[in-house]
T-cell receptor, first 110, second 117 residues
């Protein structure tokens, strides 16, 4: 079993829809959870980070962590064509070593 | 957040040659990381580079194939040696966000796209 599982998609949604992405993990020591956005031919850009369980909201983006289920989610409200990218989940156990999912390609159709 | 640049942005190399990738950061950082991103695969950590000490390599990566230099707190190089088509990938450097106080967040450079013929 991989440390981090993420369905690679792709996921196509109409503009304005809610995008829902998730990752599951196996290592119960993980306590920092991150979402990165990666545009084509660019490096990953840190989008959200959350410590332990709970929700975090930043504009149209909401990150949720459920440590009891080893499940994290990212929601994008009112999706825009500019949100079309690959979204990577990442997590760590305060060891400087990040474990990444494979990334989920999202296409927002105008 | 730190601003990170990489050179070259892309290259096409012949089998058996080597490519050296440079990573420059606009501020001093303790830890720099080198990753490989292959199509359809997770980002994979190659090694951690600390200034003044040998790089620490992850399982499956060896110094002879991926020598790393870290001459100061703003710069590092990764060399991919004796290239084969299997080395075709995107190589990324990253730095830890030291201002975040131990949240393990990392910032990435734009990547170097390597194609080996």
């Amino acid at each position: 079993q991989k440390e981090v599982e993420q369905d690679p998609g792709p996921l196509s949604v109409p503009e304005g829809a809610i995008v829902s992405l998730n990752c599951t993990y196996s290592n119960s020591a993980f306590q920092y959870f991150m979402w990165y956005r990666q545009y084509s031919r660019k490096g990953p850009e840190l989008l959200m980070y959350t410590y332990s369980s709970g929700n975090k909201e930043d504009g149209r983006f909401t990150a949720q962590v459920d440590k009891s289920s080893k499940y994290i989610s990212l929601f994008i409200r009112d999706s825009q064509p500019s949100d079309s990218a690959t979204y990577l989940c990442a997590m760590s156990a305060q060891s400087n070593r990040l474990a990444f999912g494979k990334g989920n390609q999202v296409v927002v159709i105008p | 957040s730190a601003v990170i640049s990489q050179k070259p942005s892309r290259d096409i190399c012949q089998r058996g040659t080597s490519l050296t990738i440079q990573c420059q950061v606009d501020s001093q950082v303790t830890m720099m990381f080198w990753y490989r991103q292959q199509p359809g695969q997770s980002l994979t950590l190659i090694a951690t580079a600390n200034q003044g000490s040998e790089a620490t390599y992850e399982s499956g990566f060896v110094i002879d194939k991926f020598p790393i230099s870290r001459p100061n707190l703003t710069f590092s190089t990764l060399t991919v040696s004796n290239l084969s088509p299997e080395d075709s990938s995107i190589y990324l450097c990253s730095v830890e966000d030291e201002a975040s106080g131990g949240t393990d967040t990392q910032y990435f450079g734009p990547g170097t796209r390597l194609t080996v013929l």
